[in-house]
């Protein structure tokens, strides 16, 4: 499928693309996992019955009473398993960051509590010139410090609309469109540590790995989370991040030190870090291989490219079903982003996709971030309508009408039907 490949950084795609094979043929290293684990877990996550992550007993457990420390009022958040999703009715008038207390949490598991005072990051692997390097949380302080307007969004985020707009079954946590949020990011450059660390010119990968407990579903043991990024985009633009939206990392997104790797799956931005990993020979985890790629006839056996850039996206500031009169005009709000470049355009459909007019765009299109936009409408006939949001790239990708169906629900990057009411 077009849609996810295309456009994708080539350096970062060739490396990821040829990591499996590597993996698969022994030469690359899985750290906590065998060669023959990964095949089975390949084999099981490619079958039709496997129950994917968030689908397990633990995740059913969970859901009664979410590993999640903030509040989770009915009014900003939505509750889903062990995680919570924006609602997004509650981003209308708050501005381009979105507050802290309305941002979306995906949690394997459950929010660890972690002193910063005791906290440790350990720089580790072959992939140094000498041995493992400690940094405390003061040491990361007093690198220079980075502050970047930054979106964060589920890889899964919109899953739930293969089903109902596309009546397709997979499975995962069944999001909206609320995993997604932008925040202003305040940290160290991933870069210094690996640099202050004695990263050597032969490092190929880097492994974050969080502090969390290990992930287990459907009787296997994951261990932590933890998931290799090419040394290319680590030393590009990866924040340790400490602050968000001016405040200490909350315990949930991290506290006391996250990744944030702009414009690449949420997931490549490990919360609550403990150790990373700097190898000299390519690094593997189920969050590479098993997740976080896309199965399905449209790919090829053994699934995609591990998932790497976040495809084009939007929504409107409105619920599901939200009621408007007749005969009055409406302000109608939303937000398109791209991991693969700044948005450029949106066209709105306010008829269910007959006809389509260009939105107000309010923030100027930039790499990793989002822009606000707005169009107005007059509403005539009283009835049930739908509303629709294309979105387009610098990079020129637009949402298509249809996304690829894939096993586990990822990149549903298609234009939302969304329904409204006129009264
Ligand atoms: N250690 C750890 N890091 C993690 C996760 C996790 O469960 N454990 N979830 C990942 C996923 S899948 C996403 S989408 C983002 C979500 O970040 P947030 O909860 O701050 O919104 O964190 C990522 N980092
Ligand atoms: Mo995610």
């Not at 969080?210 to 590009?236: E, N, S, W």
Request: glycine share 12%; hydrophobic share 40%.
């Amino acid at each position: 499928m077009g849609t996810v490949q295309r456009g994708t950084g080539v350096s970062e795609h060739a490396y990821d693309r040829d990591r499996l094979r590597q993996f698969l043929s022994g030469e690359a290293a899985g750290e906590g996992l065998s060669r023959r684990g990964v095949l089975r877990l390949l084999s099981a996550a490619a079958g039709l019955t496997v129950a994917g992550p968030g689908t397990g007993t633990a995740a059913a457990a969970a859901a009664e009473k979410p590993g999640i420390i903030k509040p989770l009022p009915a009014a900003l958040l939505t509750v889903r398993g062990t995680n919570a999703e924006t609602n997004w009715a509650a981003l209308r008038g708050t501005g381009y960051h979105t507050p802290v207390d309305r941002f979306f949490v995906r949690n394997h598991t459950a929010t660890p509590v972690l002193d910063p005072a005791h906290w440790r990051l350990t720089v580790w692997g072959s992939g140094l010139r000498g041995g493992s390097v400690e940094f405390s949380y003061d040491d990361l302080r007093s690198l220079p410090a980075v502050t970047s307007s930054v979106c964060l969004e589920c890889a899964g985020n919109g899953r739930s609309y293969f089903a109902t707009q596309q009546g397709e079954h997979v499975t995962g946590t069944p999001w909206t469109m609320g995993a997604v949020g932008a925040a202003r990011w305040r940290g160290a450059r991933l870069s210094d540590v690996l640099r202050a660390a004695g990263m050597s010119r032969r490092a190929v990968d880097v492994m974050p790995r969080g502090l969390d407990p290990a992930f287990t579903d459907g009787g296997t043991d994951y261990g932590r989370v933890r998931r290799p990024m090419p040394v290319a985009k680590a030393l590009d633009d990866v924040l340790l991040a400490y602050e968000m939206n001016g405040l200490p990392l909350l315990p949930d997104h991290g506290r006391p030190v996250r990744l944030v790797a702009p414009s690449w799956v949420g997931v490549a931005s490990v919360k609550w870090v403990g150790d990373i990993e700097v190898s000299d020979r390519p690094l593997f985890s189920p969050w590479n291989t098993v997740f976080y790629r896309l199965f399905g006839p449209a790919f090829p056996r053994g699934g995609s490219a591990p998932l790497a850039r976040q495809p084009v996206r939007s929504a409107f500031e409105l619920a599901p079903g939200a009621v408007l009169p007749a005969g009055r005009g409406h302000r109608l709000t939303g937000r398109s982003w791209s991991g693969r470049g700044g948005i450029r355009r949106v066209e709105v459909s306010t008829d269910g996709g007959a006809s389509w007019r260009d939105a107000r765009l309010h923030d100027a299109p930039r790499p990793a971030g989002w822009v606000r936009w707005s169009t107005r409408w007059q509403p005539q006939e009283p009835g049930p309508a739908h509303l629709l949001a294309r979105a387009t790239d610098t990079a020129g990708h637009t949402q298509p009408a249809v996304s690829a169906f894939n096993e586990q629900g990822f990149f549903f990057d298609a234009v939302v039907r969304h329904p409204v009411r006129v009264v």
